[in-house]
Nanobody, 118 residues
Framework: QVQLAESGGGLVQDGGSLRLSCAAS????????MGWYLQAPGKQRELVAT???????NYDDFVKGRFTISRDNVKNTVYLQMNSLKPENTAVYYC????????????WGQGTQVTVSS
């Protein structure tokens, strides 16, 4: 089992910034990948950004150049720095991890609400 504790969501104005944090209950070196999804009201969950165990990153086209994913290996925490936020970014953001050992379970955080006002 892996517990993920998210924080950092909130209300921000159009063009503002937020940083989301996701602290894992065990070493992030035990994960194949970590990242963030979002789910807007009435829509399916969508991938926002991923960082692999090797440090490679991947972003949805909609957030490229505005969002940055990073991790702290000591704090076992993954971050999502969100700049130039837009009202369309309003959603619940979920942290996830994929365990490196088979069968590579995926664990999810409880979600944190991000609301961008126009």
């Amino acid at each position: 089992q892996v517990q993920l504790a998210e924080s950092g969501g909130g209300l921000v104005q159009d063009g503002g910034s937020l940083r989301l944090s996701c602290a894992a209950s065990r070493s992030i070196f035990s994960f194949n990948a970590m990242g963030w999804y979002l789910q807007a009201p009435g829509k399916q969950r969508e991938l926002v950004a991923t960082i692999t165990s090797g440090g490679s990153t991947n972003y949805d086209d909609f957030v490229k150049g505005r969002f940055t994913i990073s991790r702290d290996n000591v704090k076992n925490t993954v971050y999502l720095q969100m700049n130039s936020l837009k009202p369309e970014n309003t959603a619940v953001y979920y942290c996830y991890v994929v365990v490196a050992t088979l069968p590579r379970y995926t664990y999810w955080g409880q979600g944190t609400q991000v609301t961008v006002s126009s």
